[in-house]
């Protein structure tokens, strides 16, 4: 029977139930699913040495006729399978410890290929130890060797050997004529359907010579491979189609289109404390202009650090709060939404709107009002935390939803806010800039707008690096600082999230910054405190009476404290550098010149220094990120799992750019030709992969 890709693998020959199940348990349920569970590598079997060529301490590949088999029970109970096998010329000793079934399985007179480390023999010469194995086919072919044999991630209790049987043979059965419309589509001529993709990257055809193996064993890795860049083409356009289909779908929404009168106009200038920049007034044209729309707004808002988002956002709020519909303002941590509470309050304070916060840290007493007012309608703006998801909250006529610094949230819980409106406009920001390549795919439903431009009066912060034993000067020109009337961040090296962090260190550590500044005031911020500590930390910092704060990246978002004029980071190689931005970004918030010193672990290697140094040298926050995901791809850019991204098989967004964006042109044209559900179906004829914003 031929096997097409879309086939149940229960109804497959040699799958049991138990399988299947186990299979389905992890969501793989046809063909395709299990073909799309790629190898994580792959090792040369493919030429057996001659047995006299097996030298101690090599890893070896095989082949042999079993000429002597003998089990043993060593004191322990231990069983040792002891074999030799003999290719006609030269024999080999093979043991296996504690396999005892093995000499039963095993027979004199039979061909093995054998897989495994020789060491110094215990009698004569080298021998194996418990090597793979694997009786030779009697048409003289074997699925564990003999080739370029995967390695596979085990799915459960299915092992990774077993799932290579299971990819032999589902691969020696499937219908490779399979018709694959995407081949007409693909670029440059290409031809590789996707079940010839699949069939070659599992188990590629070997090349006669070493060196050859060698090289196609190296593009394997980099996922470089005609087969493995077909299959990112399609894992690429999946995405692409979902992601226009996000967008379709959105456009047939109705959200609650502003109208933008003079008199609006007039309060919005009114409440603005200083001129707007360009940029910032191109980008709020942008987005008044998508809110007098009925179709919801989907926008990110990108821009640096200190750019000036959260004046935007305001008065975006304030165009839909005087159109008479609610906005919910959502930030990553209790203290930055109390500081956007307090901004916004700030900003709205000439008009009649007066935002309500809702964090968990509030009485509930206090909470369910902020509730009830939403659900009444009587609250027009709140700012808040995840308490805001919860089912507990609705709203009379959400407007608006705002997501400051996004890379902190899941998509899911992106939509699940969104879902209570009736279809919100969304604005999400984020201070992270992230690469171009990396933002189609993470937001390639958002449509973009850039805040490419600093407030005025701002001098960039002068970034230096120095060796750890400069701390005592450091600390000297901190002190000068302070006695200037500036204040500083002391960023320790406790990384929040690792099980390291411990309060009791952190003090310590800040007990010893305090010695070096006697006089000054220092306080603690960690992760550890409880929230309410923390935000009278960030209190006494922001108000000044505490001057020199020693943190740990909880800094990292967002809280604006204009006075504050000098960050130090201590092992700053232990940190991404779009997280050094982050935190330089505390700095050079108001007009004092601003700095950011790195000092560097006693540790710290070449490399690490040149990376601290790269950074350094650069001011762009778009440059940074750019610098970071060349350096260590986009895994590191926080929540990057949390989108979902982990999720693409073989697409490698460094590696594949060239197949991303034919991926987005032809879901892009199809779109346009009102034909992106034919594209989707054909995607879905092949078991497409689901992979989107999911
Ligand atoms: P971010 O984009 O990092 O969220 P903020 O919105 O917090 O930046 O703005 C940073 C600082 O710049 C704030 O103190 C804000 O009041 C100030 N600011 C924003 N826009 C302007 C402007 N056009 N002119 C002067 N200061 C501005
Ligand atoms: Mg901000």
Known sequence: MRLSLTDPLSAMAGVGPRTAAVLAGSGLSTVADLLWHLPSRWEDRACPLSLREVVAGDVVTVCGEVVDLRVRR???????????????????????????????????????????????????????????????????????????????RRIGEVSGRRLRSLMARILASLDRTFPDPLVGLLPGGATLSLSEALAETHFPTAPAGLDERRELLQQLARRTTPAQRRLAQQELLGLAVTLEQAREARRRQHAVACRVTDEIRARARAALPFRLTQAQRRVLREIVTDLQRTAPMARLLHGDVGSGKTVVAALATLVVAECGAQVAIMAPTELLAQQHHASFTRLLAPTPHRPALLVGGLPEGE?????????????????????????????????????????????????RLVAKGDAPHLLVMTATPIPRSLALTLYGDLEMSVLDELPPGRSPVRTVVRDGRARDRVMEFVRREVAEG??????????????????RAIASHAQEIQRGLAGVSVGVLHGRLPAEEREQVMAAFLAGEIEVLCATTVIEVGVDVPRASVMVIENAERFGLAQLHQLRGRVGRGSRASYCVLLLGEECGAQARERVARFASLTDGFAVAEEDFRQRGPGEFTGMRQWGRADLAVADLRIHLVELQWARSVAGQWARRGRLQQLAALLGGLGGRSVGPA
Do not use: C, M
Not at 113 to 136: D, I, Q, T
Not at 383 to 402: M, P
Not at 488 to 503: G, K, N, Q, R
């Open 74 to 152: 060593a004191r322990s109970r231990l069983t040792i399978v002891e074999a030799a096998v003999s290719d006609g010329e030269s024999s080999l000793a093979v043991v296996w410890f504690n396999q005892p079934y093995l000499a039963t399985s095993l027979r004199v007179g039979q061909r093995l290929w054998l897989h495994g480390p020789a060491g110094p023999g215990r009698g004569w010469g080298v021998e194996l130890r418990s090597p793979e194995w694997e009786k030779e086919r009697d048409d003289g072919e074997a699925v564990h060797h003999g080739r370029i044999v995967p390695v596979y």
């Open 367 to 415: 909470k369910r009002k902020v509730r009830e007012g939403l659900a009444r309608g009587s609250i027009a703006v709140v700012v808040g935390t995840h308490a805001l998801f919860q089912e507990a909250t609705g709203f009379a006529r959400l407007g608006l939803v705002v997501i400051d610094e996004q890379h902190r949230f899941g998509v899911a819980q992106r939509q």
């Open 486 to 503: 500036g204040q500083a961040y002391w960023v320790v090296p406790f990384i929040e999230d690792s099980e390291t962090l411990s309060a």
